[in-house]
């Protein structure tokens, strides 16, 4: 049995970054940069006003006030796409529209409502100061300059910028394919009533839903039934067409357990069989040539709990993501709770603020199979080995799950 550290080293040390593709940005949300990206052009183009209001010379406006109202003649209007070709001369102003090019020689912007008009006339009774609502030509960014750089996961806002800067297809790195090998033979599908000795596949559910979280496809080898050669070509198929394989169920030492013995017969290359964490020990991790293999363990709970902690961190670094591990932060239990003399055990909570610190409360039963406890806990409170009872206003770490 191997120490959750140790198991996640190798893991890690086995995921590589996968190639990358050339994307239309729209299709490229919650993907990783796999290029660094410079500006093409300044932003904005040209001084731009920010504002309705009128340009001026801000050195004609420094003796005006209240007592001494200057007068502008104003020479025409300018709107957002219009581009002024005379140069604005001292006495003189230009209507302008949010948005608008500052007519060359004008550098300040006056608001509308802060002025009074009366036929070709403006009249301000208020100095106004240089640059007043200007937004300056290469203020966001000047040609040339590095505008995101590789790893940068693309949320709405990056495809919004890249869409200013005038990139329409960038690079992003690929997403592993994820083939699903449910195994056991109680199982039935979703839509099928419970017979005698008999439960419902939700481990393929929950692995779909989990590759979803990470914006990637699971290619669904249905349930295979405990019969190991119809396993054994099922993982040779998935070992062919995938960068990942997942296995759910008979992972362990059962007499129906044939995953590990099919990975030996395949010539894997097996890097453990079991880690010590609970839920979730029967956990087989192997390789074979670039390819990954996660037999992971029938539990309901146990399997989510394995992908989160073993599966999900190796996906997302062959993603091309930076931060693959979650944050965690100082929890103090609110109840007594049960670990494990040899395992790292995780409490699944439910996590609530009070006055500043985070206190983990009871959710359920700890038990393998409870998604019922899972489905209440809002979070994860990681006991070290070695610690049997852990009492209220103890601390350990922490952290939020499925975020
Ligand atoms: P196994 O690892 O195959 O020994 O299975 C361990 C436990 O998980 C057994 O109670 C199984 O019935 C249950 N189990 C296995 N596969 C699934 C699945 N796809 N969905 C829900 N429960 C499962
Ligand atoms: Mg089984």
Known sequence: MINPGDALNIIIEEAKLLSSEEKHILNCLNDVLAEDIYSKDNLPPFDKSAMDG???????????????????????LIKAGDFCEEVIKAGEAYKIMTGAAVPQGADAVIQIEKVRTEDETLYLSEAVKKDNNIIKLGEEIKIGDLALSKGTVIRPVEVGLLSSLGYEYIKVYRKPTVALIITGDELVDIHSQIQKGKIRNSNEYSLKAMLKNLNCDGLSLGIVPDNKEALKEKMEYALEHADIVLSSGGASVGDYDFVRGILEEIGADIKFTSVAVKPGKPLTFATIKDKLFFALPGNPMAIINDFQEFVRPAIEKMMGKSQIFKEEFPVILADNFRGKAGRQKYLYVHIKKQEGSYYAYKAGSQSSNHLMTMSRANGVVIIPKGCENVQAGECFNGKFIFR
């Open 54 to 76: 009128y340009a001026i010379k801000s050195e004609d406006s420094v003796n005006c006030s209240e007592e001494n109202i200057g007068g502008f003649k104003i020479k025409g």
